[in-house]
């Protein structure tokens, strides 16, 4: 059973765009969202990350967007650059609030930022 | 803080030979979760400890699978038997106790010939 549904697949910015990336999720006992990146031969690094009791969070060029009552969130990356080019997860876990728990992934974007 | 180790980074074994790797987490993070991923998909959780205490399997794990963590602080997955659907990226990640953030290692990629 797929928990979390992560789109696009596959998507292509041009330098200094907003790349925005999807996800959806059905279990409502999830309670800490985080986004990971991956590049090529490397384990995923955590990006950003949020929980239900906020509609949005910045760090940087990055920010999340949660809506609770449709379950949804979404990552934007703001004025994209070609380092940014890689894969990206969304996760979800519950009972966070306890420590990390286990998490469950999206299938992943690939994200290519074109000079 | 030197992260997450894993090692061999690749390993490429004959089918039905049994294999093992070792996970290094972060210096006193007290939770270790081992995860697999095959190409072009998330990764998917195989199985978590605490401390030295095994806490939870995933279905994933089959009885040819076993994962150990000895006095608390490595771990080890070992696959006995292997088969070429056994080939992915297995990923260790630790996290500290009462803390969100899991911080992965760079993976150990299995190719099962």
């Known amino acids: 059973q797929q928990q979390v549904k992560q789109s696009p697949q596959s998507l292509i910015v041009q330098k200094g765009g907003i790349s925005i990336i999807n996800c959806a999720y059905e279990?409502?006992?999830?309670?800490?969202f985080p986004w990971y990146q991956q590049f090529p031969g490397k384990g995923p690094a955590l990006l950003i990350a949020?929980?239900?009791?906020?509609s949005e969070k910045k760090e940087g060029r990055f920010t999340i967007s949660f809506n609770k009552s449709a379950k949804q969130f979404s990552l934007h990356i703001m004025d994209s650059q070609p380092g940014d080019s890689a894969t990206y997860f969304c996760a979800a876990t519950s009972g966070s609030i306890q420590g990390a728990q286990k998490l469950v992934f999206g299938q992943g974007t690939r994200l290519t930022i074109n000079p | 803080d030197t992260g997450v180790s894993q090692n061999p980074r690749h390993k490429i074994t004959k089918r039905g030979q049994n294999v093992t790797f070792r996970c290094d987490p972060i210096?006193?993070?007290?939770?270790l979760y081992w995860y697999r991923q095959t190409l072009g998909q998330g990764p998917e959780f195989l199985t978590y400890f605490q401390n030295e205490a095994q806490l939870e399997k995933s279905r994933l794990l089959s009885d040819r699978f076993s994962a150990e963590r000895p006095k608390g602080s490595f771990s080890t997955l070992e696959i006995q038997r292997t088969e070429q659907g056994d080939s992915a990226m297995y990923l260790c990640?630790?996290?500290?106790?009462?803390?969100?953030?899991?911080?992965f290692g760079q993976g150990t990629r299995l190719t099962v010939v």
């Open positions: 279990n409502t006992a999830f309670d800490y």
């Open positions: 949020i929980r239900p009791d906020v």
């Open positions: 210096s006193e993070h007290n939770r």
């Open positions: 990640a630790s996290s500290s106790g009462g803390r969100t953030e899991a911080f």
